[in-house]
Each structure stands twice: as structure tokens, then as C-alpha cells.
């Protein structure tokens, strides 16, 4: 009830945001409209709703953008590099890493950030074992401690700062 709750101000204060100036009919229609977002998709709201308004978190997230962009423009010259140069070797490969992260949003957001940077694809996910199988378009190590810093290193320990601290 608290997620679904917390859910209701956050998207009523949106739309009052993006209605300014905002009228007494507008008002009416955003109370409405958080009412049925919050009834409806209210239960994928984080169980801790009280985390979001750590500011820390926001400092890491913002810190995470930057991150994560460098290393999709890196594998995106990669990639095309071996598109361009058929003869630049590739091999393809599914590695298994491990993870430390234990939050269902967390693993959601490492899984995803590995899936869009281009090379790398997340293909399977054991929360119980902390362990995401990835097809690599270039295996550079079978070694599962390698492997996870090669692929989960750039992107873990941010995301534990963000999601789980």
C-alpha cells in the first residue's frame, strides 16, 4: 500500500509540473489519472519508496549516465569496426559472470545496460546464484572472475551505490 501510495504523489506532482499553469479542471483529471497509474502499475513501484528521496542515490545515478555512455560509444566503434573490416577476428561466445547485486531493480538495470551495449547480450539471469549468462561478440576470457570484470565491473558498483546501500 505504502508503493502504491508514494506511487499516487510522485506521478500527481508530474503532471501538476507539467500542467503549470495549472487549473482547478487540470488538478481534477491529474488526481484521477495517479489514481488509476497508482492502482495499476503501483506494484512495481520500488517496496521502498522512502530510498528515492536519498539524494545520494541521485548524485550515483547521474554519475552512472555518463558511464554508461562511454561505454556503449566504445563498443559501438567496436562493433562497427568489425563490420568495416571483416578481417578484425571475432569470437562469439556465451560467458557466464556473477554479480553481487541481489534487488530485482538492480539486476533489471545491470542486465538491461549489459543487453544495450552493443557486443553483448544478456541472455539468462539466476538471482539465486547471481549469475547472468551474456553471448559476447568477442570472448576475451572464459574465466568467470574475468569475465565479470570485463563485462559487470563497469557497471556493478554503481549500481549497488544507486539501488542497494
Request: glycine share 4%; with cysteine.
Amino acid at each position: 500500500m505504502k508503493a502504491k501510495c508514494a506511487f499516487f504523489i510522485i506521478a500527481l506532482i508530474i503532471w501538476i509540473l507539467l500542467n503549470i499553469p495549472l487549473n482547478v479542471s487540470n488538478l481534477i483529471i491529474g488526481v484521477v489519472v495517479s489514481v488509476f497509474a497508482a492502482y495499476f502499475v503501483g506494484d512495481f513501484f520500488p517496496q521502498r519508496p522512502h530510498l528515492l528521496f536519498h539524494p545520494a542515490r541521485y548524485f550515483w545515478f547521474f554519475l552512472y549516465i555518463p558511464i554508461f555512455v562511454w561505454q556503449c560509444l566504445k563498443a559501438n566503434v567496436d562493433v562497427a569496426l568489425r563490420i568495416i573490416r571483416p578481417s578484425r577476428p571475432i569470437n562469439p561466445g556465451i560467458v557466464k559472470v556473477q554479480t553481487s547485486l541481489k534487488s530485482d531493480i538492480a539486476l533489471t538495470f545491470l542486465a538491461n545496460s549489459i543487453t544495450l551495449t552493443p557486443g553483448t547480450l544478456t541472455i539468462d539471469l539466476n538471482k539465486e546464484e547471481g549469475v547472468l549468462y551474456v553471448h559476447w561478440i568477442d570472448v576475451k576470457s572464459v574465466d568467470i572472475k574475468k569475465a565479470t570484470e570485463l563485462i559487470v565491473g563497469k557497471f556493478e558498483k554503481i549500481l549497488k551505490k544507486i539501488f542497494e546501500e
